[in-house]
């Protein structure tokens, strides 16, 4: 047999729902799995120009978009997914046949790590504190959660879920446009411009979110090759597209200029408590912390002992 069967193979693995993708919608959980994969690997790629202590964005906008693609691989196989008894019985033929709808748990286990990444870029971007920016990210785990909980929920409480969901995303949001927007502005034009410009594209597909939700797991108005789509756009606008913006936008931003010192394992302190390579720094420092510093601004004597 020619052409893809992923579905036939795996048939019956996790339970068969009577609404479920089919053959069109595997398909393109394929291919947004390829373009999620080569974009890790141009981000990986693109790590190597960059020295040891500047790559940290380039890693964590790849492991989003490499768990984003096994997630994609998952789905395109029709796997990580279970039979869920839908809420409403739609009279529409597209989604008449539900019974029990295909809901993919593996998406929320792909949310449940990028999307705490993505802040992450966001928010070490905009210099936030830390104490900010793990509560933020707590908020967007509650975020995931109630999400996957809703969606397994057969029953009118999905909806609870949902509305928990919301409030704790709406702090996300609080947090992205008042607080690190503000951090961000500090920080000069240019990390106020990727941080404006990677944050208002994240809250306006995030907030498409919720509506996707609404239309699928929750209301069972899509089918779900739409649900395929819906979903797939926004995570290849939120991941491989935001992860080239704000790659583009740091090319010019030293991580610390946003309180990231970072150092390599080749670089010494010297006498001013400042990292150089090979402990040269204004002079010969000899690494022993002898109490005796020569350099070009002179002889300081310290007593140690």
């Not at 057969?154 to 690190?180: E, I, Q, T």
């Not at 240019?190 to 594209?201: A, D, F, K, P, Q």
């Not at 931003?253 to 390579?277: Q, S, T």
């Amino acid at each position: 047999m020619s052409g893809n069967q992923a579905l036939n193979v795996n048939n019956g693995i996790g339970g068969s729902a009577d609404l479920q993708i089919t053959t069109n919608g595997s398909d393109w959980y394929w291919a947004v799995c390829a373009v999620m994969t080569l974009a890790s690997l141009v981000f990986l790629g693109l790590s190597f120009t960059k020295p040891r202590t500047h790559r940290l964005f380039h890693y964590i906008t790849a492991a989003i978009t490499l768990t984003a693609a096994i997630a994609y691989f998952s789905m395109g196989a029709g796997l990580g997914q279970v039979p869920i008894q839908a809420e409403f019985i739609r009279s529409n033929p597209a989604v008449a046949a539900a019974g029990t709808r295909e809901i993919f748990y593996v998406r929320y286990i792909d949310w449940f790590v990028t999307t705490p990444l993505l802040l992450l870029d966001l928010l070490l971007t905009s210099g936030l504190p830390w104490p900010t920016i793990l509560i933020t990210i707590l908020m967007d785990e509650f975020m995931i959660v109630t999400g996957l909980v809703g969606a397994l929920t057969r029953s009118s409480y999905k909806w609870g879920y949902y509305v928990f969901g919301n409030l704790a995303f709406f702090y996300v949001v609080y947090v992205l446009v008042f607080v690190a927007r503000k951090h961000a502005a500090a920080l000069g034009p240019n990390v106020s411009r990727t941080y404006m410009t990677c944050g208002v594209l994240t809250i306006f597909l995030w907030f498409l979110y919720p509506i996707a939700w609404g239309l699928s797991e929750g209301g069972n108005v899509i089918h779900p090759d739409s649900e395929a789509i819906f979903y797939g756009i926004l995570d290849l606008l939120a991941k491989p597209v935001f992860g080239a913006l704000l790659l583009w936008g740091h090319r010019n931003i030293n991580p610390a200029e946003l309180g990231l010192h970072i150092h390599d394992y080749d670089e010494m302190p010297n006498a001013y408590g400042v990292r150089e390579k090979n402990g040269v720094h204004n002079g010969v420092h000899n690494g022993v912390n002898n109490g005796v510093t020569n350099g070009t601004n002179g002889t300081t004597v310290v007593n140690t002992v």
